[in-house]
Protein backbone atom coordinates (compact mmCIF):
# COMPACT_ATOMS: atom_id res chain seq x y z
CA UNK A 1 0.00 0.00 0.00
CA UNK A 2 2.66 2.52 1.10
CA UNK A 3 4.82 1.80 -1.90
CA UNK A 4 1.74 2.24 -4.20
CA UNK A 5 1.20 5.69 -2.79
CA UNK A 6 4.82 6.72 -3.20
CA UNK A 7 4.77 5.48 -6.56
CA UNK A 8 1.46 7.83 -7.24
CA UNK A 9 2.51 10.83 -5.40
CA UNK A 10 5.76 10.99 -6.77
CA UNK A 11 4.45 11.04 -10.37
CA UNK A 12 3.82 15.00 -11.76
CA UNK A 13 0.23 14.90 -12.85
CA UNK A 14 -1.50 18.21 -13.47
CA UNK A 15 -4.56 19.04 -11.66
CA UNK A 16 -7.34 16.70 -12.09
CA UNK A 17 -11.21 17.11 -13.46
CA UNK A 18 -12.82 15.76 -10.69
CA UNK A 19 -15.46 14.43 -12.95
CA UNK A 20 -13.33 12.59 -15.16
CA UNK A 21 -10.44 11.95 -13.53
CA UNK A 22 -10.99 11.44 -9.96
CA UNK A 23 -12.26 7.87 -9.96
CA UNK A 24 -8.84 6.53 -11.45
CA UNK A 25 -7.00 8.77 -9.12
CA UNK A 26 -8.55 7.76 -5.80
CA UNK A 27 -8.47 3.97 -7.17
CA UNK A 28 -4.80 4.27 -8.03
CA UNK A 29 -4.12 6.14 -4.16
CA UNK A 30 -5.41 2.78 -2.94
CA UNK A 31 -8.79 4.37 -2.12
CA UNK A 32 -11.62 1.93 -1.77
CA UNK A 33 -14.66 1.46 -3.99
CA UNK A 34 -16.57 1.59 0.42
CA UNK A 35 -15.17 5.00 0.60
CA UNK A 36 -17.95 7.48 0.40
CA UNK A 37 -20.16 5.31 2.62
CA UNK A 38 -17.47 4.40 5.13
CA UNK A 39 -15.91 7.63 5.45
CA UNK A 40 -19.63 9.73 5.97
CA UNK A 41 -20.13 6.78 8.61
CA UNK A 42 -16.92 7.22 10.36
CA UNK A 43 -17.13 11.55 10.25
CA UNK A 44 -20.69 11.97 11.42
CA UNK A 45 -20.39 12.01 14.52
CA UNK A 46 -16.62 13.93 14.99
CA UNK A 47 -16.04 17.19 17.24
CA UNK A 48 -13.08 19.34 17.44
CA UNK A 49 -11.87 17.66 20.29
CA UNK A 50 -12.11 14.49 18.91
CA UNK A 51 -10.00 15.36 15.92
CA UNK A 52 -6.95 17.32 17.92
CA UNK A 53 -7.05 13.65 20.09
CA UNK A 54 -6.46 11.15 17.13
CA UNK A 55 -5.07 13.33 14.20
CA UNK A 56 -3.67 16.70 14.66
CA UNK A 57 -3.73 18.88 17.88
CA UNK A 58 -3.92 22.30 15.91
CA UNK A 59 -7.79 21.63 14.31
CA UNK A 60 -10.02 24.69 15.07
CA UNK A 61 -13.78 25.03 14.88
CA UNK A 62 -12.86 26.54 11.11
CA UNK A 63 -12.10 23.00 9.84
CA UNK A 64 -13.46 21.28 6.79
CA UNK A 65 -14.51 18.01 8.19
CA UNK A 66 -18.49 18.40 7.60
CA UNK A 67 -21.02 16.00 9.95
CA UNK A 68 -24.21 15.79 11.35
CA UNK A 69 -26.25 17.38 13.45
CA UNK A 70 -26.86 16.27 16.91
CA UNK A 71 -29.97 17.89 17.35
CA UNK A 72 -32.47 15.84 15.31
CA UNK A 73 -34.53 18.92 15.17
CA UNK A 74 -32.89 21.42 13.47
CA UNK A 75 -33.52 22.14 9.98
CA UNK A 76 -29.52 21.56 9.55
CA UNK A 77 -29.08 18.42 9.26
CA UNK A 78 -25.82 18.16 8.26
CA UNK A 79 -22.90 20.98 9.20
CA UNK A 80 -20.19 21.81 7.21
CA UNK A 81 -17.80 21.68 9.81
CA UNK A 82 -17.14 19.10 12.94
CA UNK A 83 -18.25 21.24 16.35
CA UNK A 84 -16.70 22.04 19.39
CA UNK A 85 -18.24 19.70 21.50
CA UNK A 86 -16.91 21.57 25.47
CA UNK A 87 -15.78 18.38 26.62
CA UNK A 88 -15.06 18.75 30.30
CA UNK A 89 -11.68 19.75 31.43
CA UNK A 90 -12.71 18.15 34.95
CA UNK A 91 -11.58 14.71 33.35
CA UNK A 92 -8.28 14.04 32.34
CA UNK A 93 -8.44 10.70 29.73
CA UNK A 94 -11.07 11.14 26.45
CA UNK A 95 -12.91 7.82 27.68
CA UNK A 96 -14.51 10.34 30.86
CA UNK A 97 -14.57 13.03 28.92
CA UNK A 98 -16.52 10.99 26.05
CA UNK A 99 -18.62 9.57 29.09
CA UNK A 100 -19.63 13.00 30.52
CA UNK A 101 -20.52 14.52 27.62
CA UNK A 102 -23.04 11.72 26.76
CA UNK A 103 -24.48 11.83 30.35
CA UNK A 104 -24.40 15.73 30.01
CA UNK A 105 -27.25 15.15 27.35
CA UNK A 106 -29.27 12.42 28.67
CA UNK A 107 -31.74 14.05 29.17
CA UNK A 108 -32.63 15.92 25.48
CA UNK A 109 -34.46 13.48 23.59
CA UNK A 110 -33.48 15.19 20.48
CA UNK A 111 -29.86 15.06 20.87
CA UNK A 112 -27.76 12.19 19.12
CA UNK A 113 -29.72 8.97 17.41
CA UNK A 114 -33.52 8.71 17.00
CA UNK A 115 -34.62 5.92 20.27
CA UNK A 116 -31.60 4.74 21.15
CA UNK A 117 -31.12 4.77 25.26
CA UNK A 118 -28.93 6.30 27.14
CA UNK A 119 -26.72 2.54 27.15
CA UNK A 120 -26.82 2.53 23.06
CA UNK A 121 -25.67 6.31 22.44
CA UNK A 122 -22.51 5.76 25.16
CA UNK A 123 -21.95 2.40 22.96
CA UNK A 124 -22.25 4.50 20.17
CA UNK A 125 -19.98 6.90 21.66
CA UNK A 126 -17.00 4.43 22.29
CA UNK A 127 -17.17 2.71 19.31
CA UNK A 128 -16.62 5.79 17.06
CA UNK A 129 -13.82 6.29 18.92
CA UNK A 130 -12.59 3.05 18.27
CA UNK A 131 -12.53 3.81 14.82
CA UNK A 132 -10.95 7.06 15.03
CA UNK A 133 -7.86 5.15 17.44
CA UNK A 134 -7.48 2.32 14.51
CA UNK A 135 -7.15 5.04 11.80
CA UNK A 136 -4.83 7.29 13.55
CA UNK A 137 -2.24 4.89 12.95
CA UNK A 138 -2.90 4.83 9.66
CA UNK A 139 -3.01 8.17 9.71
CA UNK A 140 0.51 8.74 10.72
CA UNK A 141 1.81 6.56 7.70
CA UNK A 142 -0.18 8.79 5.29
CA UNK A 143 1.78 11.66 6.74
CA UNK A 144 4.40 10.84 5.75
CA UNK A 145 3.94 9.50 2.46
CA UNK A 146 1.01 11.97 0.83
CA UNK A 147 1.55 15.62 -0.25
CA UNK A 148 -1.48 17.70 0.79
CA UNK A 149 -1.14 19.76 -2.63
CA UNK A 150 -1.38 16.01 -4.43
CA UNK A 151 -4.19 15.23 -7.22
CA UNK A 152 -5.28 12.42 -4.32
CA UNK A 153 -6.08 15.15 -1.95
CA UNK A 154 -7.46 17.38 -4.53
CA UNK A 155 -9.94 14.61 -5.34
CA UNK A 156 -10.94 13.01 -1.65
CA UNK A 157 -11.60 16.81 -0.66
CA UNK A 158 -14.20 17.50 -2.95
CA UNK A 159 -17.29 16.00 -1.21
CA UNK A 160 -19.64 17.56 -3.04
CA UNK A 161 -18.51 15.17 -6.32
CA UNK A 162 -16.95 12.27 -4.33
CA UNK A 163 -20.40 11.19 -2.46
CA UNK A 164 -19.07 12.00 0.55
CA UNK A 165 -21.82 14.78 1.34
CA UNK A 166 -24.34 13.18 -0.15
CA UNK A 167 -23.85 9.87 1.56
CA UNK A 168 -23.78 12.38 5.04
CA UNK A 169 -27.51 13.02 4.37
CA UNK A 170 -28.57 9.85 3.63
CA UNK A 171 -27.05 9.01 7.07
CA UNK A 172 -28.79 11.79 8.50
CA UNK A 173 -31.91 10.44 7.25
CA UNK A 174 -31.63 7.21 8.36
CA UNK A 175 -30.71 8.71 12.30
CA UNK A 176 -33.76 10.48 12.27
CA UNK A 177 -36.34 8.52 10.53
CA UNK A 178 -35.02 4.80 11.77
CA UNK A 179 -35.82 2.42 8.41
CA UNK A 180 -36.64 4.70 6.23
CA UNK A 181 -34.51 3.82 3.31
CA UNK A 182 -34.95 -0.24 4.37
CA UNK A 183 -37.84 -0.29 1.58
CA UNK A 184 -39.85 -1.82 4.43
CA UNK A 185 -43.43 -0.29 3.93
CA UNK A 186 -44.48 -0.79 7.89
CA UNK A 187 -41.47 1.58 8.63
CA UNK A 188 -41.82 4.12 5.31
CA UNK A 189 -45.00 4.55 5.12
CA UNK A 190 -46.11 5.95 8.23
CA UNK A 191 -42.70 9.01 7.63
CA UNK A 192 -44.47 9.86 3.94
CA UNK A 193 -48.42 9.78 4.70
CA UNK A 194 -47.76 11.78 8.41
CA UNK A 195 -44.71 13.70 6.97
CA UNK A 196 -43.50 14.51 10.80
CA UNK A 197 -39.92 15.26 11.19
CA UNK A 198 -38.61 12.75 13.33
CA UNK A 199 -39.84 9.68 14.30
CA UNK A 200 -43.25 9.04 15.85
CA UNK A 201 -43.47 5.43 16.11
CA UNK A 202 -43.92 3.86 19.58
CA UNK A 203 -43.79 0.48 18.88
CA UNK A 204 -41.02 -1.28 19.58
CA UNK A 205 -39.24 1.99 19.49
CA UNK A 206 -36.64 1.16 16.24
CA UNK A 207 -33.88 2.72 16.09
CA UNK A 208 -31.08 3.32 13.13
CA UNK A 209 -29.45 0.13 11.98
CA UNK A 210 -25.34 0.37 12.80
CA UNK A 211 -25.05 -1.81 9.87
CA UNK A 212 -20.59 -1.57 9.35
CA UNK A 213 -20.54 -4.93 7.70
CA UNK A 214 -17.94 -3.93 4.18
CA UNK A 215 -19.71 -6.33 2.83
CA UNK A 216 -22.95 -4.06 2.93
CA UNK A 217 -21.03 -0.84 2.11
CA UNK A 218 -19.98 -1.78 -1.16
CA UNK A 219 -23.11 -3.43 -1.83
CA UNK A 220 -24.74 -0.25 -0.42
CA UNK A 221 -24.54 2.30 -3.56
CA UNK A 222 -27.49 4.43 -4.15
CA UNK A 223 -28.50 6.35 -7.08
CA UNK A 224 -28.39 10.32 -5.19
CA UNK A 225 -29.39 11.70 -9.06
CA UNK A 226 -31.75 14.42 -8.97
CA UNK A 227 -32.09 14.94 -4.92
CA UNK A 228 -31.69 18.04 -3.21
CA UNK A 229 -30.60 18.16 -0.29
CA UNK A 230 -30.96 21.40 0.34
CA UNK A 231 -34.77 20.80 0.46
CA UNK A 232 -36.03 20.37 4.47
CA UNK A 233 -36.59 16.99 6.04
CA UNK A 234 -40.19 17.00 5.13
CA UNK A 235 -40.12 17.59 1.03
CA UNK A 236 -37.40 14.99 0.99
CA UNK A 237 -39.06 12.26 2.72
CA UNK A 238 -41.17 10.50 0.27
CA UNK A 239 -38.04 11.02 -2.17
CA UNK A 240 -35.64 9.03 0.37
CA UNK A 241 -38.02 6.29 0.48
CA UNK A 242 -38.69 5.82 -2.93
CA UNK A 243 -34.88 6.67 -4.74
CA UNK A 244 -32.62 5.69 -1.87
CA UNK A 245 -33.47 2.14 -0.71
CA UNK A 246 -30.86 0.31 0.11
CA UNK A 247 -31.73 -2.50 2.30
CA UNK A 248 -30.20 -1.09 5.47
CA UNK A 249 -33.25 -1.53 8.34
CA UNK A 250 -33.60 -0.86 11.99
CA UNK A 251 -31.81 -2.68 14.77
CA UNK A 252 -32.97 -5.70 15.74
CA UNK A 253 -32.70 -5.41 19.30
CA UNK A 254 -31.85 -2.98 21.99
CA UNK A 255 -29.05 -3.69 24.69
CA UNK A 256 -31.27 -4.73 27.05
CA UNK A 257 -29.79 -8.28 28.19
CA UNK A 258 -26.29 -10.05 27.25
CA UNK A 259 -27.69 -11.95 24.58
CA UNK A 260 -28.69 -8.23 22.98
CA UNK A 261 -25.75 -6.82 23.11
CA UNK A 262 -23.14 -9.49 22.10
CA UNK A 263 -25.75 -9.12 18.83
CA UNK A 264 -24.63 -5.18 18.95
CA UNK A 265 -20.73 -6.61 19.15
CA UNK A 266 -21.06 -8.98 16.41
CA UNK A 267 -22.30 -6.30 14.07
CA UNK A 268 -19.81 -3.68 15.30
CA UNK A 269 -17.39 -5.92 14.82
CA UNK A 270 -17.92 -7.32 11.00
CA UNK A 271 -16.21 -6.39 8.13
CA UNK A 272 -14.08 -3.71 9.79
CA UNK A 273 -10.40 -3.54 7.86
CA UNK A 274 -7.35 -1.84 6.79
CA UNK A 275 -8.52 -0.66 4.01
CA UNK A 276 -11.38 1.11 5.83
CA UNK A 277 -9.10 3.27 7.73
CA UNK A 278 -6.55 4.28 4.96
CA UNK A 279 -10.37 5.62 3.10
CA UNK A 280 -10.23 7.35 6.62
CA UNK A 281 -6.54 8.40 6.96
CA UNK A 282 -6.10 9.74 3.82
CA UNK A 283 -9.60 11.73 4.14
CA UNK A 284 -8.54 13.32 7.35
CA UNK A 285 -4.95 14.02 6.48
CA UNK A 286 -6.15 15.64 3.24
CA UNK A 287 -8.38 17.93 5.02
CA UNK A 288 -6.64 18.79 7.69
CA UNK A 289 -4.01 19.83 5.91
Not at 4 to 28: E, N, R
Not at 31 to 37: E, G, H, L
Not at 240 to 253: F, N, Y
Request: hydrophobic share 40%; net charge negative.
Amino acid sequence: MTSLILLFIGAALAKPTIDDQCSSVMAQGGISDAFAPFVAHSIHSMTVEDMRYFFNEDVTEDNNIPTVNMNLTSEHRVLLYAPLAGYSDDFSTMSMKTFDRVMRNMDRSWWGITNFSLLEKLVHAYHMAEIWDQTSRQYETVARVLDPESQLCTCVRDVQNNDVWNYLNLLAFKIRYPGISSGNNTLTDQYVSTKTKRSAIPLGRPSYDIHYSIGWFRSAVVNFYDIDFDLPDVELLKEVVEKLTDGDSIMPSHIDSEEHWAQWREIMMSGMDDANYWDLAVFMFCNLN
